[in-house]
């Protein structure tokens, strides 16, 4: 049985200011049903039964003209009993991304227990609005426990693509294992996007967490310039109005390696700073110039709206993506927002690195942060961070590679040891939270990151000091970029001709750094058992080759209780 629910309810997942976490009363586990027991009642937030009673599939065969799903459908941010369902519907041709055209229109949905939609589990409708640019989204409830489950979607008398989702284990599961793809840092103009392609081949995966720079918004010919663009932006000019940044995202969901992702896995997301502009922060980015782009706040609040009208994101509180997701008992995942709360970027020699003023999280956040840490019962803590938290100093870089380090990762041409858009630029939030794990023994803590388009396996230090070498209070693995620039790319030579020397000397003076690969582009897959955390580390054979091939490059895992990095020989699959 459901329920119709009007519009302003069913654009609501929580009222505003609410806690940004899915927690156990939160998760609808009375309603859930776990594998051989009765089915309850579903219940449905954000779409209800109408008229749907007559299949899709049977509609659709009727179908000779009428409104089209071109940019594909997608799902996210699973719960034990529950899954958000997206997509686009284009109802008339004229009804393009960004332009405001087009009638509201009524599109039915549907997830089933089986790819040939025989045993259909829940159904509804909801109203795709030219004001939220003919996106809809369907928060679904009342599905079983750790359950595949496909879904599609219907407006008319036309049939979307259908789509595999998955839901989370129970809250009370101790699950063998869990298995997570992770990526980051997609520019459209360096390349395609092949690693979405190789997750989606993958039929072993619970969801894929995307960690940032979903899209860039750079004008095109920009980064990287115009002789090594691999293919041209849409729209081609600096993103800057909310019709800006729905066209961007439109040209990234009609992307068939995108598309294939989406259809393949729940995708769990959260933003970094090109979501916005280069180098964003609360009252500004180093990419946006006020006097001739606008109102940062205006154009802030453009790029928010569209990230939410066109990914699969469920928010709790508005206006961010910080929130939590339980996977059993084996593991919590704490999604963070380094970019909506954070002080502007310091400039290096005022001191203001280590202001007690200055914060990349927002004092909520870190509360938050820190509180869900405590209060977690899960073998892991696993912690989505867009920005590197591990620190890491350049001092004994040669100059010849410190250069293009200097220009790649916004350091001081003076060379001095700190990135200031990670956390490196906000040591005293660092120092609360890393002092929090110890201060509390929380054990296992695991950070989840991207942005630096590089591979890293690290040790996270209590102190930031590297010799002599600080005890470690947590791991961390950082994956590569998916096609934006590293190194060698940023000065076009061969792979290997900076990064040899600048590798080894990075990890000279930073120790708690054990494995770091500045060449490749691809992705990783997280899988974790009871005993330990593995980040297998795959990496595509040329991102400007849309058949690109992918390989495994290495594997480090933390056995559990250790806080400690270690190799090992050979990914889990």
């Known amino acids: 049985m459901t329920r119709r629910l009007d519009r302003s309810e069913s654009d609501r997942t929580g009222p505003a200011g609410s806690e940004p976490a899915l927690d156990d009363g939160d998760l609808g586990e009375g309603d859930s049903a776990g594998p051989g027991r009765p089915r309850r009642r579903t219940l449905v937030k ?71 939609f025989t ?183 453009a790029a928010k709206q569209a990230y939410f009208e066109w990914m699969p994101v469920r928010t709790s509180t508005e206006g961010t993506v910080y929130r939590r997701l339980r996977f059993g008992r084996l593991a919590d995942l704490h999604l963070l927002d380094l970019r909506s709360f954070r002080s502007q970027q310091a400039r290096i020699g005022d001191g203001a690195v280590d202001s007690p003023d200055r914060t990349i999280t927002g004092r909520a956040q870190l509360d938050w942060l820190k509180a869900g840490l405590s ?6 803590r696993l912690v989505g961070t867009s920005v590197m938290i591990s620190p890491v100093a350049f001092g004994s870089v040669p100059a010849k590679v410190l250069a293009p380090l200097t220009e790649l990762l916004g350091l001081p041409s003076g060379g001095l040891a700190v990135n200031v858009d990670q956390w490196d630029g906000y040591t005293h939030d660092r120092a609360e939270l890393i002092g929090h794990l110890r201060d509390h023994a929380i054990r296992d803590t695991v950070f989840l990151t991207g942005d630096i388009h590089m591979a890293w396996a690290n040790e996270v230090p209590v102190t930031a000091s590297t010799y002599p070498k600080s005890p470690s209070a947590a791991t961390e693995f950082v994956v590569t970029s998916v096609t934006s620039d590293n190194v060698d790319d940023f000065l076009h030579v061969p792979a290997g001709t900076v990064s040899t020397v600048a590798e080894a000397a990075i990890r000279a003076a930073n120790r708690h750094v054990k494995w770091l690969d500045m060449d490749g582009h691809g992705y990783g897959v997280l899988d974790l058992t009871a005993a330990r955390a593995q980040m297998d580390y795959f990496l595509v054979s040329d991102r400007g080759d849309p058949d690109a091939t992918s390989s495994w490059a290495r594997s480090y895992r933390t056995p559990r209780g250790t806080q400690q990095m270690e190799r090992a020989e050979a990914p889990v699959a």
């Open 119 to 301: 045993s259909v589990a829940a159904s509804g409708t909801v109203t795709a609005h030219a004001a939220a640019d003919h996106t809809v989204k369907a928060d679904v409830r009342g599905l079983r426990p750790a359950t595949d489950y496909w879904y599609r979607f219907r407006a008319g008398d036309t049939l979307s693509p259908a789509a595999r989702t998955r839901t989370a284990p129970a809250a009370d599961a101790n699950p063998d294992g869990l298995r997570f793809g992770v990526v980051s840092c997609a520019n459209w103009e360096a390349g395609y996007f092949s690693a979405y392609r190789h997750l989606a081949a993958r039929r072993d995966l619970d969801a894929v967490l995307h960690l940032g720079d979903y899209l860039y918004e750079f004008a095109t010919g920009e980064h990287p310039k115009a002789k090594y663009t691999v293919r041209p932006h849409e729209p081609a000019h600096e993103i800057t109005t909310l019709a800006d940044y729905r066209v961007r995202h439109a040209a990234h969901k009609a992307d068939a390696d995108v598309r294939a992702l989406h259809t393949a896995h729940p995708v769990i997301a959260i933003w970094d700073d090109h979501e916005f502009a280069d180098n964003a922060w609360s009252g500004g980015a180093k990419n946006h110039s006020p006097d001739t782009e606008g109102d940062w706040q205006t154009r802030q609040a």
């Open 46 to 116: 954000a779409a209800a039964i109408g008229t749907a009673a007559v299949p899709l599939a049977a509609a659709a065969a009727r179908a000779t003209a009428g409104p089209a799903f071109l940019h594909g459908v997608a799902s996210g941010d699973p719960l034990p009993d529950g899954i958000l369902l997206w997509t686009r519907v284009t109802p008339v041709p004229e009804a393009a991304p960004g332009s405001g055209r087009g009638p509201d229109t009524e599109v039915a949905w549907e997830i089933a227990e089986d790819a040939a």
């Open 375 to 380: 209060a977690s019962q899960s073998a892991w």
